[in-house]
């Protein structure tokens, strides 16, 4: 019987996918706000929902089964009944700065007398000070932020389901995220394998859980094939975590004997490596070309265990050699973001040009908007399905950062 969890590639046929249709959180913040938010813009909401239900139509049209996370933390709240519910806020007041205090009895007064729904809903999208009839007279409040709007801040990455968890094999890591502004967001998928009638008991792993030392998020995890995983050493993701996460895998018989860690550039523009380089094809790879040193040359390391159960490193620079040696092939075609040319690749890797989603092999979802990329997959081959595109990229991410696949067939 296939788990609910089964993902042994990037490329096999996509079956079932969780996406977050954008909310109230992305646009309820200030522009002040946005660096800390990881938001370069803000997206104006309407159009956002329209282009999201866009890119949920064509998996749909497509054979996909979508979910949607908020449904399912409700779900799974709903299951797991009134303790676990209580239990679930008490934690995120914990994790959103409110460990104890009248602030923490407040918005647990607020929050318990809503629906489990609107509950999740407000969560999601942030409290702020305005909506309560209260007057905080703790120090932090009065020192620190008193003009400050909110006391729960909006959560407006959710849309990018891809990064608080990875599906990797029959089993996931649930992550330890790098920013403030994130680690909330790991939180719901950890309710969701615990409670959530699909998930719960039905032999799942958890590799790797959020209370782990050592960032890493799932933009940074690829699934080269049933037996590789590929993980970018970035501004997201730690060779220390990449370290530990071997380790699991390796000593839980996930299946995995390999991991492949690829160092990126450790900026904004290209937080994981899904922002660089995808699996598109049995054989076929997007990459930016800005990534890329003298001669196709970039820092990765192969990772297996030697026969005492220890870690064995080898580092190498031919990121073409080093993929065809991993998944056993004569040939790899690196198809470069924008067709080569230094200006177009900056301009639509910068509107996640790289990042795209395979839905089966050699068939990908894109933004419409990287035309110059789409192009190119085409004249290499590829089925190209285009999505609308205009307000998601506000957030800097694409259609691979927007989907977290669940199961997907074998190859
Ligand atoms: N898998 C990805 N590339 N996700 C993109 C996430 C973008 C989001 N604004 C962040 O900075 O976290």
Known sequence: MIKPIHVTSEIGKLDVVMLKRPGAEVENFTPEMMPRLLFDDIPYLPIAQKEHDNFADTLRDNGVE?????KLVVEALDAGGSDVKAAFLDKMLVESGYAAGMIHHVLEDYLTSMTTTEMVVKIMAGVRKNELDFVPRDLVSAAEEKDYPFFMDPMPNLYFTRDPAASLG????????????RQRESFFMETIINYHPRFANQGLHVWRDRDQPGRIEGGDELVLSDTVIAIGVSER????????????????????????????????????????????????????PGILGEGGQIDTWTI?????????????LDLKQVLKDVLSLDDIDLIPTGGGDPL???????????????????????????????????????????????????????????????VREDL
């Open 344 to 406: 177009i690749a900056d301009r639509e890797q910068w509107n996640d040009g790289s990042n795209t989603l395979a839905i089966a092999p050699g068939v990908v979802v894109t933004y419409n908007r990287n035309y110059v990329s789409n192009q190119v997959l085409r004249d290499h081959g590829l089925k190209v399905l285009e999505v609308l595109s205009s307000e998601l990229s506000r957030g800097r991410g694409g259609p691979r950062c927007m989907s977290m696949p669940l």
């Open 66 to 70: 979508v979910l949607y996370l908020e």
């Open 237 to 288: 993701t730690s060779a220390h975590a990449i370290e530990d996460i071997a380790r699991r895998l390796f000593e839980h018989k996930s299946g995995f004997e390999k991991v492949l860690a690829i160092r990126i550039p450790h900026n904004h523009a290209m937080m994981h490596l899904d922002t660089v380089f995808t699996m598109i094809n049995h054989d076929q790879f997007t990459v930016h």
């Open 170 to 181: 029959d089993g996931l890591s649930i992550n330890n995220m790098t920013f403030p502004a």
């Open 304 to 316: 297996t265990e030697d026969n005492d159960g220890e870690l064995h490193v080898d580092h190498h």
